[in-house]
């Protein structure tokens, strides 16, 4: 049974950019990830239901849905075999409020060894979110992703009592994302 790693952060953060860098130069070494996101396991499941047309709508879909969008991923990773990094969410900002990214039944059918909060400052991520065009990011101001960073703390902190798993927080500031990528290589080593 290979490693499972679970990687969070808020939107924008760069989680998905230092995974990517991480497993390129892990697998220089010989050391091998699967990166699996789970957002896109959900949206598969939406957009061929006719929920959702892009991923930026799932957070808006009814409590629900989303559950069972959580279910189904879970189960889909839960498969995997080898190590895996998977890149999601430690709570999910809908409309309703938030909602845990890994409830109970997702972490029980992951059980992840470790979980990962990628953070940096709040007024980077703004600008990052800002300067993405692509996605139909949450307007936000600085104090709501300030709540968002400390809340997904807890939520974490929730997730190692579950589950036993160890919580680490990998810093990816503007200009070091090379610190943040070793940092990530060491704990997946
Ligand atoms: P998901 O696919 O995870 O989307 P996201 O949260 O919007 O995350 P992104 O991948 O867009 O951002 P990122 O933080 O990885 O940043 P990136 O590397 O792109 O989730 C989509 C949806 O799925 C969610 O909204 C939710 O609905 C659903 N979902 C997922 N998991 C769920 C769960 N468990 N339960 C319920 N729903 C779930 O980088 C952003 C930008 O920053 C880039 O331009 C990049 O170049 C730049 N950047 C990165 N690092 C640096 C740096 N060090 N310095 C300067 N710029 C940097």
């Excluded at 790693?5 to 950019?17: A, F, R, S």
């Excluded at 991923?73 to 839960?78: D, G, H, N, S, T």
């Excluded at 998977?86 to 109970?104: N, Q, R, S």
Aim: glycine share 8%.
């Amino acid at each position: 049974m290979g490693k499972k790693v679970v990687i969070t952060g808020v939107p924008g953060v760069g989680k998905t950019t230092v995974i990517n860098r991480a497993i390129e130069e892990l697998s220089a070494e010989g050391i091998e990830y699967e990166p699996l996101n789970f957002g896109t396991c959900m949206f598969e499941v939406a957009s061929g239901q006719g929920m959702v047309r892009d991923r930026d709508e799932m957070r808006k879909l009814d409590q629900a849905q989303q559950r069972d969008l959580q279910r189904s991923a879970a189960q889909v990773i839960a498969r995997s075999e080898g190590n895996v990094i998977i890149d999601t969410h430690c709570t999910v900002k809908t409309p309703k409020g938030y909602l845990a990214g890994l409830p109970e039944w997702v972490l029980r059918e992951l059980m992840p060894d470790t979980v990962i909060l990628v953070e940096t400052d709040e007024d980077q991520i703004l600008k990052r979110r800002l300067s993405d065009e692509t996605r139909v990011r949450d307007l936000e101001g600085y104090n709501d992703i300030l709540e968002h960073q400390q809340f997904n703390r807890a939520m974490g902190a929730a997730y190692a009592m579950l589950t036993g798993c160890t919580v680490k927080i990998v810093k990816n500031p503007d200009f070091l994302l090379e610190k943040g990528v070793e940092d990530m290589k060491d704990i997946l080593r």
